[in-house]
Structure formats: C-alpha cells, structure tokens
C-alpha cells in the first residue's frame, strides 16, 4: 500500500481539489490560490471557528476508518456553527500528516470530510499540507453567516429561563468504551452501534441551530461538545447566572445506559460529562416556550428535553434522589 | 518550570484571552463562544487562509524561541492575505500542544503571535485546544477583507508581463543553514543576524500586497512561501503561460551570498528554491510599470527587482550565462 509521502505534496494537493468540486456561486475563488474568496450575504455577520481532532486523542486511526475520522474533523466544527444559529458557507482543512500514511487512508479522510460539508452546502475552498513526525492533526475552520440579531450566543441566558437538550446524551461516551472494551462491531445490536457511531461519525444539530436561531425563541446556545455540565456552566457564567440540572429528566441514550449497567460504567456521568455528543443546549424564557416547541417541531423529528433552569444564585448544580450536589467540569485536554 | 499539563485547559484558555484583549468595533464577538462573529465591511470579499508550524519541520522549539515560533505562525498566514491583496480583520489559532511543553513557553507562543496581529490590527478572535503524543502544531486562519475587483489573484497573468519580486531572496534558507551549523548568534554580523531572523520571525509584506491591490497595477501576484521557482511556475500555470527568470537579476539577499560562498552552498538555490522568504511576486504588464513602481514607491521603502517575464510558451526556465535551464520546484513537504 503506497504512502503518502510516495506522491509527493502536489500530487495530494490535486486529489483534495479533486474531491472538493467544483465552487458554489458564493465562492468566486476556492481551493488553488494563496487564498479562498468568499462573497458574504447582505445583512448578515460572518461566524468563523476552528476544531482539531489529533489521531490517538479524539479517534484512534485504525480502530476507528480514516472515512469517519474526515466526517468527524469536520462535524465538530459544525456543530459550533449550529450553536451560533449560523449556516455554513465554506470549511478550511488543514492537515499535518505522518509521511508513512496510507494514500488509501488520505483519500478516504478527504471523501469523509467532503461528504459531510456536501451535505450541508458547505465546500472545501482551502487548507494546508504539512509533515509531521507525531500523530496526524487535523485543524477545521467552518465559515458560516447568520442574519444580524438572529445569532445565539452563550451569554443571554437570564435567571428563570428553562434549560434544554436535544437528541440524547452518553451515547458518544458509551460509544468509546464500546470500542475501548474490544468488542466486537458486528456482535453489538443496533442500540450499541449507535453508541459507537455518535462517537465516530456525529452529527451536528445545523438545522435545529438556525431554526430556533431565526425564531429568536432561545436566550442562549451551546454545543455539547465538553458535555451536558460543562455546556450548563459555561451559559451560566457567561450569563451571570447559576444552573441547576434535573438527574431524572436527562435523556441518557438508551444503548449508553444498558452498556454501563452490564460493565459497572456510570451512565449519569457519561450523560453529564462524557461530552461528544454534539447536541445543543439551549436557555429559554417560559414565555418563549410555546414559540421554542414551535421551533423544534421543524427539525425534522429531533427530540427535546427539558433538562434544568438557571438561576440567580451562581453555581450549577444537579439535583438528584439524594439532593443537590455541585456540577464537576467536562472533559479536559490538560 | 511548570508544564501546561499543571494548569488545565480552561486555565490555558484564560491567558490566551487575557492576551489577546478587547476585541475591535468589527468584531461584535470574540474569544469565549462556541464561534466568533464578524461584521464583514460592505463591498468587500472575506479573504480566508490557513498555515501549519509543526515544531521540527517550520522550526525548532528550543533552537528558536516559542515567541518566534509564535510570531511564525501567524506571518505566514499573513503573508497570503498580503498576496491577495487583502486587509487583515481577525486570527484564529489551532494549537495541538505536548503536555509537557512549559508555561512560560506557551505564554511566550501566545505572545508573539498576539502582537504581530495587533502590529496589522488583527486580533485573535477564537481558537482551540487540544493535547498531542507528538510535536507542538499550530494552525492559524488568517481572515482579511478585499475590496471587490481588488483581489489579486495567482491567475491572472499574460504573456510579456514583467515579474517583480520584494526585497530579497534566500535569506530564509541561509538563516535555517546558519542556525543548522550551531553558529553562535552573538557572533554573527547585521546580515547574517538578518538571515536567522527571516527564518525564525518573517515579515508579511501587507502593506504592499494592499496598496498595489489598489492600484490595480498587478494581473497576478503570490508569496514566495516555497520560494521563487515555485512561485513563479504556479503564476504560469494558473495563467496558462510560461516564465523565464534572469538568473543575474535576482535579489539575492547579500547574507545569502557570504555565508554560501563560506559554506560551499549554492545561493542561487537558496533564492530559487529555498523558500521561507515571503516575499511577493508580482506580474505586471509593461504598460501599468510606472503605476506600478507609484504603487511600490509607498511602500515604505521595500526594494523591488524585475526578475522576469511571463511568456507564451509553457514552461519555466532560468536564463543564465550558460543559457536556458528548466527550473525545479520549491521546498515540498512529502
């Protein structure tokens, strides 16, 4: 299997352009020159952010296909864009690769990539080659552009305000030690595969972020990148609120919650801490309830829970059967 | 000396925002969302790059100082825009970082890319975190803004357009040998001072890169990244033409020279193909010269040679006193 480093930088460079297609009508220049050109939309902020996934910490190559690794560097940074009620414009990918990679696993990292800004309109106008001598790092920057007024941010919420988690929770968490544990994929029963795929290959909440977005029912948004506690305490330290959550009333993934019972895991704290599972937490006045049901209804299905409030004193806490207990932090790199 | 690993992420986190300050009227929201938000300026394009610095392959952490290393990261991003002809607006920076890199290394890194953005009044709006098993990786996006028809672009070149380079070549490469051989840094003269410090902390030539954007006087333009055969082969080929380079014309940088001719190293390579040297070439028709040297002339004193000449034929040759030879590529990674 030839490698990477057999092709030489131009030629890899060629099968990205390649792959990336041919630019929409808002990119008057794409991949090819020192720089991407993009048009902006009339009355609108641009939102820009930036996500890495680094081979041994945010997936493990091999154990995990170079495919979902590509869709995986470009869902993150999706996911904040949703976050931000922004739709996405462009993404940028940035590589630093092992010269021993397979040109087999390259391409495959770029179509993964590809694929999922594809499915959200969102090319790849640009990017970088480097070598390195660690572990393959992958840098994503996301463009999107949301109307001015309508973009959410963490620092609305107000004390009162009801809490908010789409989809379900623990499922990525319970989908890494799934894969931690070796089992094997093809044994697991739909549930548990889906634990696995959030981890992999998740999918970013766009559509959900710039509908309530538009509708201006949400105080405030956060993905759930770091997890349900630490998205909880960001908004209420941006918004100089507390934040109680309700144990009870988490969504915990079904698959997540029957994988911890069987191997002694806490399924609570994957729900509250594993992080990963790129839902969207938002901050909604009671009065704005109607109009954020309304909302959702249009998200094609996706399920809501209410999960907690802010409050005025500070601090996030969790209330449980045996009281209220402090909120621990997300997952942390250092 | 405590490593970052001691202080936690959010602590990193911290001192980055403390860094990179208030944000400017353009940027409604900066560090700390899921995203940064910017209010791009009427009739104008976005301008979007990105760079990688891995440590042990753009420099050497330990050898060259983190707030170089830093101030890198950032220039070569900036010396795109310049070749665009775009107005730097805001950073983003991506660092993949070692556990055990020390703080006061990572403040230093952080320091140095800060305030040559703030030198192009362009704050650090948003970035990320992550660990690595492997060397320090920094990527940056560079977002600049260009006024509709002032973008420059690599493709626009014609047969019998003049090329024009900034500056001077090969310093880049003679400082990296510089500091290759374990010279003694207090020893060196002024010029060869200078080489070391084109490879360590580059200047992005924005100013330049803005004002002969105005002038319209340029057809095409690109940084010399990987050096001048590269830069002007890529001309060519995205103009559909060749180019010839006078070998007797080129700027090479007079560090350059001495420290080849002490060495045995060939100088015209380095400033052929060295690269590092972001500088910017420029094809100018012969009949917008003078619009073009008025341009330059309010560039701060920056010198130009014409090095060249785009021609109908394919092909990229050097004109030498032996005659006409092809020309090679420039660095490449893989």
């Known amino acids: 299997m030839p490698s990477i480093s057999s092709l030489g930088e131009q030629a890899l460079l060629e099968r990205i352009r390649a792959r990336a297609g041919a630019p929409p009508s808002w990119i008057p ?7 991407a050109v993009l048009a902006p939309e009339r009355g609108t902020f641009d939102v820009v952010t930036t996500d890495t996934l680094v081979d041994g910490v945010h997936v493990r190559l091999g154990r995990t296909s170079a495919r979902d690794a590509g869709h995986k560097a470009l869902a993150t940074s999706l996911s904040d864009l949703a976050a931000m009620g922004a739709a996405p414009r ?11 990679l397979e040109v087999d696993a390259f391409d495959a ?19 970088n080659l480097s070598a390195t001598a660690g572990p393959l790092v992958a840098a994503t920057t996301a463009i999107g552009s949301v109307a001015h007024r309508r973009v959410m941010t963490r620092s609305g919420g107000r004390p009162g305000d009801e809490l908010y988690v789409t989809g379900t929770l623990g499922a990525a968490a319970a989908g890494l030690a799934i894969l931690d544990a070796g089992a094997d994929r093809a044994a697991l029963d739909a549930e548990l595969t889906e634990c696995v795929a959030r981890h992999e290959r998740p999918e970013a909440r766009l559509r959900c972020g710039v509908i309530v977005g538009r509708s201006r029912a949400a105080h405030a948004c956060i993905d759930l990148s ?6 909880a305490a960001r908004i209420a330290a941006a918004s100089g609120t507390g ?3 309700e144990a009870a009333a988490l969504p915990t993934h079904p698959g997540a919650s029957r ?7 806490d399924a609570l704290a994957w729900a509250l801490s594993g992080g990963e599972d790129y839902e969207l937490l938002f901050a909604v006045a009671p009065r704005a309830r109607r109009a954020f049901v309304g909302a959702l209804s249009r998200c094609q299905g ?19 059967p045996a009281g209220d207990t402090p909120l621990g932090a997300g997952f942390v790199h250092f």
Request: no cysteine; charged share 20%.
């Open 109 to 127: 990292f770029i179509d993964g990539f590809v694929a999922l800004g594809e499915r959200h309109r969102m090319p790849l106008v640009g990017g």
């Open 259 to 265: 994988w911890a019972a069987s191997t002694g895991a």
């Open 90 to 100: 462009a993404a940028l990918l940035n590589l630093a690769l092992p010269p021993d």
């Open 302 to 320: 996706l399920p809501i829970a209410r999960v907690g409030r802010l409050t005025q004193e500070p601090g996030t806490w969790l209330r449980g």
């Open 243 to 245: 934040a109680i959550l």
């Open 29 to 35: 220049l794409g991949i090819g020159d020192d720089a």
């Open 226 to 231: 770091d997890g349900l506690a630490d998205g």
